[in-house]
């Protein structure tokens, strides 16, 4: 893990880039506090976990498609209204 400040990662982005490909996360840094982290893709992809959708995640359950599945509504007010 390097930091870089600001003026030296602008200068020199290609090897920024590079860095964070192989030693791992690059931390940015502006009058000596982090403002920013460069981070691979590969690194980025697996932090996020975005590699589905909504609809494929909820195909997945292990609910998708059970018959038995019984879902009971609350009928209670949720607050009092005055009528």
């Known amino acids: 893990m390097k930091s870089w400040?600001?003026?030296e990662a602008k200068a020199?982005?290609?090897?920024l880039v590079k860095c964070a490909d192989i030693e791992g996360p690059q931390y940015i840094t502006h009058?000596?506090?982090?403002?920013?982290?460069v981070?691979?893709?590969?690194?980025y992809s697996r932090l996020t976990?975005?590699?589905q959708g909504l609809e494929a995640l909820m195909q997945a359950s292990p609910l998708?498609?059970?018959d038995?599945?019984?879902l009971?509504?609350?009928t209670s007010p949720t607050r009092d209204v005055p009528l």
């Open 5 to 7: 400040q600001i003026q």
């Open 68 to 70: 038995d599945l019984v």
């Open 72 to 74: 009971e509504r609350d």
């Open 31 to 37: 009058h000596g506090q982090s403002v920013a982290v």
């Open 39 to 43: 981070v691979s893709q590969a690194t």
């Open 49 to 51: 976990c975005n590699e």
């Open 12 to 15: 020199r982005l290609s090897e």
């Open 64 to 66: 998708f498609g059970a």
